[in-house]
């Protein structure tokens, strides 16, 4: 196992900004990874990027280093100044053997990841795996590992709760808004057009509401976000003038203060039914005196935090279930792992013994086999047929059956 190796880059360890300098585009990944293997001496390599974090699997029979490490990164980046690749190789993470796939058992069970117990990664990795295969970059040694990976990941998701009761802002929010159990129809407002109303829509779209008119402050924005969820787009400037009434309002916007004032509000109201908010911006975007003048159900961040932090604590106390899973994983692996190299080198047993039989056939017993009549040869045959299936399977067995005492 020594020579399997994992680098890591991720944003705890080298920030956000420097990892840029490594997620490679899509197009670029085979290329970059076949000349990392021909000037690097490696045998088999796969490409990791997630938005947080950057890694390299792979294979090779050179002492992994922070000196490796930099000449790594520098073939992945070469307009990298010195002073800066220096920091980053320093800052960089690695291990080889056993311990390179425990780090990734726990990535791809999220204890490495932003958020405790997020699923999304498990995708990540196994998408990254095939991509590998498919472009011929992996091999025999990272498929057993990426398999042993991939279930035991899939076992800490299924027995158990990490992944349950959510985290996500966004996530919460949503269950928070369905417990008002809006008519499909009802009329929503969308402040903000960015990746958080974006996120937030994918929920609602999928429940079945399309009654949006999204507001924000670049008009363009707001219709790209109507192009992909439907609704209205119009200009935020225009927002006192909305005169449809509303069911719901969704905000995020980077505003430094209010956007939505309570004169404003006002003017938005057209009934006296309880309206629903939810606000996800840091600072709000719905001025504090508006939950408390009218009949709202308000959502906050903070509230939501609340809740995040309650769960998050949950998930917490599963991680000693989740660690026994893992060491189990690698105690089998080890097995797993020496059986195959057993089953590496036993290959060439079936030509050894194949070799021998023609040999016997053909020079050694030449001249005994030619006085035997048809019948008799063919009663040799199946002799020797028999024999070598039990010459190729015997040593096979016995390996296994050795390595199963000495564990």
Not at 105 to 120: K, P, T, Y
Not at 178 to 200: D, E, F, R, W
Not at 264 to 270: I, N, P, R, S
Not at 317 to 346: A, G
Request: hydrophobic letters at 40%.
């Amino acid at each position: 196992m020594i020579k399997f190796n994992v680098i890591a880059l991720t944003h705890a360890s080298i920030g956000l900004k420097a990892l840029g300098n490594f997620h490679i585009d899509a197009m670029e990944v085979a290329t970059k990874m076949r000349d990392l293997k021909k000037h690097h001496t490696i045998g088999e390599i796969m490409y990791l990027s997630t938005c947080n974090r950057v890694e390299f699997i792979f294979t090779n029979d050179t002492l992994v280093d922070q000196a490796f490490v930099r000449s790594f990164l520098q073939a992945i980046n070469a307009t990298l100044e010195e002073d800066e690749l220096e920091s980053i190789s320093k800052k960089a993470r690695y291990w080889n053997g056993i311990n390179a796939v425990n780090h990734l058992i726990e990535v791809a069970s999220s204890l490495d990841s932003m958020v405790l117990g997020e699923r999304e990664i498990i995708t990540q990795v196994r998408n990254a795996y095939e991509y590998s295969r498919k472009e011929g970059l992996s091999g025999d040694t990272i498929r057993i590992v990426m398999r042993q990976t991939i279930e035991t990941a899939k076992k800490v998701f299924t027995e158990t709760i990490i992944a349950e009761k959510s985290v996500s802002v966004v996530s919460l929010a949503y269950q928070e808004f369905s417990k008002a159990k809006l008519p499909k129809k009802a009329k929503i407002l969308i402040i903000g057009s960015g990746v958080t109303n974006q996120n937030m829509c994918k929920f609602l779209t999928k429940d079945g509401y399309t009654n949006f008119t999204v507001y924000n402050r670049t008009l363009s924005n707001a219709e790209k976000f109507v192009d992909t969820f439907g609704g209205k787009a119009e200009s935020l400037k225009n927002l006192e003038l909305h005169q449809d009434g509303f069911d719901a309002i969704i905000t995020c916007t980077g505003a430094s203060g209010a956007v939505l004032s309570q004169k404003t509000y006002t003017t938005l109201l057209k009934d006296n039914k309880t309206k629903h908010i939810i606000d996800l911006a840091i600072p709000n975007d719905v001025a504090e005196t508006i939950p408390k003048a009218f009949a709202v159900n308000y959502i906050s961040v903070d509230s939501l935090k609340k809740i995040a932090d309650k769960n998050l604590l949950a998930r917490r106390k599963e991680l000693l279930k989740v660690r026994e899973i893992i060491y189990n994983s690698l105690e089998d692996f080890k097995s797993i792992f020496e059986m195959r190299q057993i089953e590496l080198k036993m290959q060439s047993i079936p030509k050894h013994v194949k070799e021998i039989r023609t040999k016997a056939l053909t020079e050694v017993f030449h001249k005994e086999i030619a006085t035997l009549d048809d019948e008799s040869k063919a009663v040799l045959d199946k002799i020797l047929n028999y024999m070598e299936k039990k010459y190729v399977s015997v040593p096979m067995i016995m390996a296994k059956e050795m390595l199963t005492k000495i564990k």
